[in-house]
């Protein structure tokens, strides 16, 4: 027997008495059954012209007073909007945005205006965090048990704004939003297995980024190593598409995108291969192509401190919208902390430009697809 097959089995035998009870179905509802008031303003209800019959949003706000920030599901959805930070505009654009300072997710200090890709549609008897609700890599020991083997997402969006003003400019992540991203599921019975698999890290987050004094910004995408947290070689690995990557402080010129200028992302995930496409008018397109079941990188070489592995045995999902790259924390250093000013008033922090916005004009989930050759 072959040393590979062996580990397989191993890694199934381990991965058994987890993903097999993640995968059954059980009555009842996610743990936040009640959901906040939602508009019927139909002619503001993003569900009116996109197909969300597959998502739920997270908003940047607490209307039902729970403490926790508002996720509205896959029902409600359907006759959703938000005023200020999920809604259709006068173009038929669906518009996200996000303060700087807001209420977020318990696990985050970004504030995000963002839809959750939800495979189960509206069926609550398939728990969010179930193999059922996400997609798996073909090479994925259990992988006939997920809702998908991978998936496509397909979006045209343009970048309306993003913040103005940051303590710590030359963190990488100032005046960025990430528009687009796969999450694999953070599980702890994963991490106690000491797998290394289970931490929640992203194969690839689609960033937009610049800078106050420039007249262009920069597209990119990063790819985070699948380390745990405490590891010093967990970081992203940043590709570019137009203009620089987020170290980088010159101005992009003529290769960057302005803001409110559309551009269009695909990501293709067949079997274990992601493949990426980046479009814009005028622009050439851009491509590429990654192995998510080994440590090849994104350029064909070997990465010796990514997990050898890579993604393999994750669960996955789709999210997209308004992930504000402004942390709500102020600690200097690294690359996360921008320390964006922001009041927390939503009038009185878009006059000073605190926050950012994101309207797509397309967005679409389908099955994978093998690349024409």
Same mark, same amino acid.
């Given at each position: 027997?072959?040393?590979?097959?062996?580990?397989?089995?191993?890694?199934?035998?381990?991965?058994?008495?987890?993903?097999?009870?993640?995968?059954?179905?059980?009555?009842?509802?996610?743990?936040?059954?009640?959901?906040?008031?939602?508009?019927?303003?139909?002619?503001?209800?993003?569900?009116?012209?996109?197909?969300? =019959?597959?998502?739920?949003?997270?908003?940047?706000?607490?209307?039902?007073?729970?403490?926790?920030?508002?996720?509205?599901?896959?029902?409600?959805?359907?006759?959703?909007?938000?005023?200020?930070?999920?809604?259709?505009?006068?173009?038929?654009?669906?518009?996200?945005?996000?303060?700087?300072?807001?209420?977020?997710?318990?696990?985050?200090?970004?504030?995000?205006?963002?839809?959750?890709?939800?495979?189960?549609?509206?069926?609550?008897?398939?728990?969010?965090?179930?193999?059922?609700?996400?997609?798996?890599?073909?090479?994925?020991?259990?992988?006939?048990? #997920?809702?998908?083997?991978?998936?496509?997402?397909?979006?045209?969006?343009?970048?309306?704004?993003?913040?103005?003003?940051?303590?710590?400019?030359?963190?990488?992540?100032? #005046? =960025?939003?990430?528009?687009?991203?796969?999450?694999?599921?953070?599980?702890?019975?994963?991490?106690? &297995?000491?797998?290394?698999?289970?931490?929640?890290?992203?194969?690839?987050?689609?960033?937009?980024?610049?800078?106050?004094?420039?007249?262009?910004?920069?597209?990119?995408?990063?790819?985070?190593?699948?380390?745990? &947290?405490?590891?010093?070689?967990?970081?992203?690995?940043?590709?570019?598409?137009?203009?620089?990557?987020?170290?980088?402080?010159?101005?992009?010129?003529?290769?960057?995108?302005?803001?409110?200028?559309?551009?269009?992302?695909?990501?293709?995930?067949?079997?274990?291969?992601?493949?990426?496409? #980046?479009?814009?008018?005028?622009?050439?397109?851009?491509?590429?192509?990654?192995?998510?079941?080994?440590?090849?990188?994104?350029?064909?070489?070997?990465?010796?401190?990514?997990?050898?592995?890579?993604?393999?045995?994750?669960?996955?999902?789709?999210?997209?919208?308004?992930?504000?790259?402004?942390?709500?924390?102020?600690?200097?250093?690294?690359?996360?902390?921008?320390?964006?000013?922001?009041?927390?008033?939503?009038?009185?922090?878009?006059?000073?430009?605190?926050?950012?916005?994101?309207?797509?004009?397309?967005?679409?989930? =389908?099955?994978?697809?093998?690349?024409?050759?």
């Amino acid at each position: 027997m072959k040393i590979a097959h062996i580990k397989k089995i191993v890694l199934y035998s381990a991965l058994l008495p987890l993903t097999g009870s993640l995968i059954m179905a059980c009555s009842g509802t996610d743990s936040a059954n009640s959901q906040p008031s939602v508009m019927t303003n139909q002619a503001n209800v993003p569900a009116t012209k996109f197909d969300l =019959s597959h998502w739920k949003i997270t908003v940047p706000v607490d209307l039902d007073n729970n403490g926790k920030i508002d996720e509205i599901s896959v029902k409600d959805i359907q006759n959703y909007a938000h005023p200020d930070f999920f809604y259709l505009d006068n173009n038929g654009g669906m518009v996200f945005a996000a303060p700087n300072k807001a209420i977020t997710t318990a696990s985050s200090s970004n504030t995000r205006s963002e839809l959750r890709q939800m495979i189960r549609g509206s069926n609550t008897k398939i728990k969010t965090k179930y193999a059922g609700n996400n997609f798996a890599l073909a090479a994925h020991p259990l992988a006939e048990r #997920f809702g998908a083997i991978g998936g496509k997402l397909d979006a045209t969006l343009k970048v309306d704004h993003v913040a103005l003003r940051a303590k710590n400019p030359n963190t990488p992540a100032a #005046f =960025s939003v990430v528009v687009g991203q796969i999450h694999a599921l953070k599980d702890e019975a994963l991490i106690a &297995k000491n797998l290394g698999f289970g931490w929640g890290n992203e194969p690839i987050k689609i960033y937009y980024k610049k800078w106050p004094n420039h007249e262009k910004g920069s597209v990119f995408w990063n790819y985070e190593r699948n380390l745990p &947290k405490t590891d010093p070689n967990r970081t992203d690995i940043a590709y570019p598409v137009w203009g620089n990557t987020w170290e980088n402080r010159n101005e992009p010129g003529d290769a960057g995108i302005s803001l409110g200028e559309e551009f269009s992302y695909t990501i293709n995930v067949h079997e274990n291969i992601m493949h990426l496409t #980046f479009s814009a008018a005028g622009k050439k397109e851009v491509n590429y192509s990654i192995n998510l079941a080994n440590n090849v990188d994104a350029y064909g070489k070997v990465d010796d401190k990514d997990h050898r592995m890579g993604y393999l045995a994750d669960f996955h999902y789709f999210k997209a919208g308004a992930y504000n790259q402004c942390s709500t924390k102020d600690e200097a250093g690294g690359l996360w902390y921008a320390g964006c000013l922001g009041t927390g008033d939503w009038p009185t922090d878009k006059k000073n430009g605190d926050y950012t916005q994101v309207t797509f004009s397309q967005l679409t989930l =389908s099955p994978s697809q093998a690349p024409a050759n």
